[in-house]
């Protein structure tokens, strides 16, 4: 087959969400059942993941009804997905494109995903992370799973990492300044708020919270001075230590110093329930009781066209294509899992 024919398979990856209340449950035990995310042996594993569901599920089904009684992830990524494949096309009328999606915890899984792609039958494909910062609970698990789960044609270009790609960081002021500039420029601490991580997985030299670090500073950056910006940590679960500070640690600081805050969620792509409930319900609630003046919470970037466009450039670049620019820095060599440097992680 001729490059003029070329075949192009791009394969998106996230954690997926439960589209029903009756998916939330076994949601939670594939999620639970992960060793990336609880690193105990399988037989241990297995029964405990069942009961974490099982524990957590009245909880998150009644979280999940506030968006509908599902998570928007998919629909979302798909929003992502066709724009992005309109814009690779654009790039390249020499090629058939075809962009697909891969959830790591709910449908469409790897499994599915890799029968598609398989029977589209790609000179390329391009593994392309909805993870920006890379680490071995995220990106590395969904590519041990596609490697499990795929056996087709292609040459395959893994993109692990993009957390100084330039649409990303565009996608990203751009968002801060609309909703700054829409609430009339109000004085406010910028806290930019990220998944957080246990420290146990920081300490093996996972990447994850150096890359948020550089993608808060590019940000921060292209803001300009006079931004008083902070980063910080959410989501956490369990009885373990995670890194921080934790976003309501930070939040209360913020009103403790009679500042308002606007919440970036640098970390997330796209709106789920990280962002939906737990920044616009249950932190604005905090916020308002810890006396902040105002809360505000920059979109997702989602299928803006800076990100689409900073998607489209990595593509490119992992393909080989000139005028690709580059999408981040080397780590530090102390962060030995990292996937750029150490193939096995993202392989």
Known sequence: MTAAHAKIAVVLFN???????EAVRP??????????????????????AALIARLRARSAIANYAVMGGGSPILPRTQDQARALEAELRRRRPDAEVEVFIAMRYWRPAAQETARR??????????????????????????????????????TSHVICCWFENPGLIDAHVRRIRE?????????????FSA??????????????????????????????????????????????????????????????EGLGVLIDPIAFVSEHIETLVELDRDYARLAR??????????????????????????????????????????CPASLTRCGRANRRMAA
Do not use: N
């Open 15 to 21: 954690l997926g969400g439960p589209d029903s209340p």
């Open 27 to 48: 949601f939670l035990q594939a999620l639970f059942s992960d060793p990336a995310i609880v690193g105990a042996p399988a037989i241990v594993r297995r029964p405990l």
């Open 117 to 154: 792609v398989a029977d589209f039958a790609p000179d390329e494909v391009v593994l392309l992370p909805l993870y920006p910062q890379f680490s071995t609970t995220t990106t590395a698990s969904s590519l041990r799973a596609w490697r499990a789960a795929y056996a087709g044609p292609g």
């Open 179 to 191: 909703t700054w500039e829409g609430a009339g420029r109000p004085k406010v601490r910028l806290l």
């Open 195 to 256: 998944h957080g991580l246990p420290e146990r997985i920081a300490r093996t030299g996972d990447p994850y919270q150096w890359q948020i670090e550089r993608t808060c500073a590019k940000v921060a950056h292209r803001l300009g001075p006079g931004w008083d910006w902070r980063i910080c940590y959410q989501s956490r679960v369990g009885p373990l230590k995670w890194i921080g500070p934790s976003t309501p640690e930070a939040i209360q600081a913020a009103a403790a």
């Open 289 to 330: 009781i810890a006396g902040a003046p105002i809360y505000l919470r920059a979109p997702t970037v989602d299928a803006s066209a800076p990100f689409i466009e900073g998607m489209a450039d990595a593509v490119a670049r992992a393909l080989g294509r000139e005028g690709a620019g580059p999408d981040g820095t080397a």
